[in-house]
């Protein structure tokens, strides 16, 4: 399994952007990088996924750059409705994705 | 579409007790798969199918057992539980198994065995 370190924690203020940042070191070729979002009580929601270099949806970016041994989702303006936690799952099977303990942010008025 | 749905919200078992959580997809997906989560803890698989008839086991099975015998189905069964299996329950499932598909989720079951 290819483990993810994220931070476990971040604060931010609505309006801003963020941007929470996956290790993958053991990333392998085949891996794609895939991140969920998960409000409380609820089941985690597809957010974004990618390969390498950049990947934009209505919802956010992610950035992977050239090495693949991390990657950046980028939210943009974050509301109060953002506050979730972040899964960075790395793998190229269902089987081999490894949920972490996510990163918590929590966006402030 | 209804997405998918988990039966019971919440749940309280007596250790040594079994019980059935229900999962049902409405999307015609092959893949189905059961996770738990533990307080402040991400997602462990339990078990998955890849269609019916057809399942495997996944990280953490001891204890469990499931079974697919239709497409839209696919209920986890906790033979004599233990406390140990006190946690969140997640179905999911999703239409390919592979590294670009994406996986939908239930609302849970929220799980306490006494």
């Known amino acids: 399994l290819a483990k993810t370190t994220q931070p476990i924690s971040m604060d931010s203020y609505e309006g801003q952007e963020v941007n929470i940042t996956c290790s993958h070191n053991n990333i392998a070729t085949n891996d794609y990088i895939t991140w969920y979002q998960q409000f409380p009580s609820q089941g985690p929601r597809f957010i974004i996924q990618g390969y390498k270099t950049k990947v934009t949806n209505e919802v956010a970016s992610l950035f992977i750059p050239a090495d693949r041994k991390s990657s950046t989702l980028s939210l943009p303006r974050v509301s109060l409705s953002d506050t979730a936690v972040y899964y960075c799952?790395?793998?190229?099977?269902?089987?081999?994705?490894?949920f972490g303990s996510g990163t918590k942010l929590n966006v402030k008025p | 579409n209804a997405g998918v749905t988990q039966t019971p919200k919440f749940r309280i078992l007596k250790i040594g007790q079994s019980m059935t959580l229900q999962c049902t997809q409405d999307m015609n997906h092959n893949y189905m798969y059961w996770y738990r989560q533990d307080p402040g803890m991400g997602l462990k698989l339990i078990y998955y199918s890849v269609g019916a008839g057809i399942t495997d086991k996944g990280e953490v099975p001891n204890g469990y057992n499931v079974s697919r015998s239709t497409t839209e189905d696919f209920p986890l069964r906790l033979e004599l539980a233990a406390p140990s299996q006190t946690s969140v329950y997640f179905c999911a499932s999703s239409y390919l198994g592979g590294r670009v598909d994406t996986q939908y989720f239930g609302p849970g079951t929220r799980l306490t065995v006494l």
């Open positions: 799952l790395v793998g190229d099977n269902f089987n081999k994705f490894y």
